[in-house]
């Protein structure tokens, strides 16, 4: 039988809340066993890049990202949000190494084909290198990866950290048996994403096709729900969309997927 492995991501609403991020970290240094944590970073983007009077582009809920945008991502993902994380959990004996794709060759991309739109320096993921993530896992080390990935000839792209997220547990799903976790500051995937108490408790492909055309599911959950699906697609065994509290079993209702 395979180990197994918890993917955790964090988004930009929590790690821009400080009591709800403290509260996350407490939590997931105290989760038992092999785990990842993924991170996000936009809003910290948007704000920082806002103070440098460089004005975000998105589309789509992706971000445009030009070499000026590219520089602050990699200071903010990379840099600030990442090496905070990491000494964060440090404090809290979680042996952390933060990550980008290209610290290792953990996660190769190819920069995004300009068809309508150019998306600039974003990344599409080819490969995970599941055997060196797996060698630190090993070593008893936790790794935190943020928001980056790199083209193998020098090139560092930003990508989308749900995307992340999910290829990193399908690609590790060959050598554990692998949880995914999308941590946000809802309950769930809302019938009414006005009402809180409107969660979802459980969507399966049917329900998935039913919620797009009605448009239950819109802007970044429509990512983060494609990436599910992916995930659960292609081995990765549990998919879970909640509050942070779900990974230390604080909370009773959240969204699972099944295919
Ligand atoms: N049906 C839905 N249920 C919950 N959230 C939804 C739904 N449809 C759209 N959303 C929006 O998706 C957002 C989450 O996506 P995003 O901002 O990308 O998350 P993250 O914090 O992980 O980066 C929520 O804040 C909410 O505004
Ligand atoms: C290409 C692209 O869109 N990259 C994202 C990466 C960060 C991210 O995904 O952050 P959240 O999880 O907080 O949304 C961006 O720059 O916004």
Not at 23 to 37: C, E, S, T, Y
């Given at each position: 039988m395979k180990?197994?492995?918890?993917?955790?991501?964090?988004?930009?609403?929590?790690?821009?809340?400080?009591?709800?991020?403290?509260?996350?970290?407490?939590?997931?240094?105290?989760?038992?066993?092999?785990?990842?944590?993924?991170?996000?970073?936009?809003?910290?983007?948007?704000?920082?890049?806002?103070?440098?009077?460089?004005?975000?582009?998105?589309?789509?809920?992706?971000?445009?990202?030009?070499?000026?945008t590219l520089d602050v991502i990699v200071m903010v993902y990379g840099g600030l949000t990442n090496k905070n994380i990491v000494a964060r959990l440090q404090g809290l004996d979680c042996n952390a190494i933060g990550l980008s794709g290209a610290d290792g060759n953990t996660i190769t991309s190819g920069k995004r084909p300009v068809k309508d739109v150019d998306y600039g320096f974003a990344g599409d993921i080819r490969e995970v290198n599941g055997k060196a993530v797996k060698a630190l896992l090993e070593s008893g080390m936790t790794p935190v990866f943020c928001a980056i990935t790199h083209d193998g000839k020098g090139q560092l792209l930003n990508t989308n950290a749900d995307t992340i997220a999910s290829e990193v547990a399908i690609g590790m799903s060959e050598h554990f048996e692998t949880s995914l976790y999308y941590c946000f500051e809802k309950k769930g995937v809302l019938r009414n994403v006005e009402?809180?108490?409107?969660?979802?408790?459980?969507?399966?492909?049917?329900?998935?096709?039913?919620?797009?055309?009605?448009?239950?599911?819109?802007?970044?959950?429509?990512?983060?729900?494609?990436?599910?699906?992916?995930?659960?697609?292609?081995?990765?065994?549990?998919?879970h969309i909640g509050l942070p509290g779900m990974i230390a079993g604080k909370e009773d209702l959240f969204t699972t997927l099944t295919l």
């Amino acid at each position: 039988m395979k180990p197994e492995l918890s993917v955790v991501k964090i988004g930009g609403n929590i790690i821009e809340n400080e009591s709800a991020l403290g509260d996350f970290l407490n939590d997931f240094a105290a989760m038992k066993g092999n785990k990842i944590l993924v991170h996000g970073g936009g809003r910290t983007a948007t704000r920082i890049a806002g103070q440098l009077g460089i004005p975000a582009q998105m589309t789509g809920g992706r971000r445009i990202t030009t070499r000026e945008t590219l520089d602050v991502i990699v200071m903010v993902y990379g840099g600030l949000t990442n090496k905070n994380i990491v000494a964060r959990l440090q404090g809290l004996d979680c042996n952390a190494i933060g990550l980008s794709g290209a610290d290792g060759n953990t996660i190769t991309s190819g920069k995004r084909p300009v068809k309508d739109v150019d998306y600039g320096f974003a990344g599409d993921i080819r490969e995970v290198n599941g055997k060196a993530v797996k060698a630190l896992l090993e070593s008893g080390m936790t790794p935190v990866f943020c928001a980056i990935t790199h083209d193998g000839k020098g090139q560092l792209l930003n990508t989308n950290a749900d995307t992340i997220a999910s290829e990193v547990a399908i690609g590790m799903s060959e050598h554990f048996e692998t949880s995914l976790y999308y941590c946000f500051e809802k309950k769930g995937v809302l019938r009414n994403v006005e009402d809180d108490n409107s969660v979802i408790p459980h969507i399966d492909t049917e329900s998935y096709k039913q919620l797009l055309e009605t448009r239950v599911i819109a802007d970044g959950m429509l990512p983060k729900m494609h990436n599910c699906f992916n995930a659960l697609q292609r081995h990765v065994g549990k998919v879970h969309i909640g509050l942070p509290g779900m990974i230390a079993g604080k909370e009773d209702l959240f969204t699972t997927l099944t295919l």
